[in-house]
């Protein structure tokens, strides 16, 4: 793998504009985009577990000891996602690079944190309330409900 070796131009070389040339060369709009297009990857990945632990729920039912508060969680959890990604595609439109889009950015971040911290206290309570029988749910559940042999 080749490393590069980047000649930085001195001030005399851009006509003692340095600091335009490196804003110039970093597209702070091209790195916002990114960086929304990655928090959104993260959000799928927490929908499709939040997707799963919904039907692990629902599969078992009421025999699960937390069935209500799981439901409610998850359903939460779900909502508030979809909430952020909604945000996500609201502020992925914005081009930061214009002075009139920079509040509406400064503000939407703000909100998607927030939404952000609330969906991982929200999956934080529901991993502490555990799935314990998630790879063989109905299975294992009635192992455990099904009387024992009369000796």
């Known amino acids: 793998m080749e490393s590069e070796n980047r000649e930085y131009p001195t001030t005399s070389q851009t006509d003692g ?17 990114k960086k929304t297009i990655a ?8 929908l499709t577990a939040n997707a799963s632990q919904l039907k692990y729920v629902l599969q078992v039912g009421e025999k699960h000891e937390f069935y209500a508060l799981m439901l409610t969680l998850i359903s939460i959890s ?11 595609v609201i502020i992925g439109g914005l081009n ?3 002075q009139r889009d ?28 555990g799935l314990e029988y998630s ?14 042999p009369k000796l």
């Not at 779900?78 to 996500?88: D, E, G, M, P, W």
């Not at 509406?104 to 309570?125: C, E, G, R, W, Y």
């Not at 790879?135 to 024992?148: D, F, G, S």
């Open 96 to 98: 930061i690079n214009k």
């Open 39 to 46: 928090q959104g990857l993260l959000d799928v990945a927490l």
């Open 78 to 88: 779900i909502v508030l996602q979809l909430i952020v990604a909604i945000l996500f």
């Open 17 to 33: 504009n340095l600091i335009g040339y490196i804003r110039k060369s970093l597209d702070a709009n091209k790195y916002a985009t």
């Open 102 to 129: 920079h509040g509406t950015a400064v503000i939407l971040n703000d909100v998607i944190l927030i939404f952000i911290f609330l969906i991982s206290i929200i999956n934080i309570i529901i991993s502490g309330f």
């Open 135 to 148: 790879n063989q749910p109905l299975q294992l559940i009635y192992e455990h409900t099904q009387p024992p």
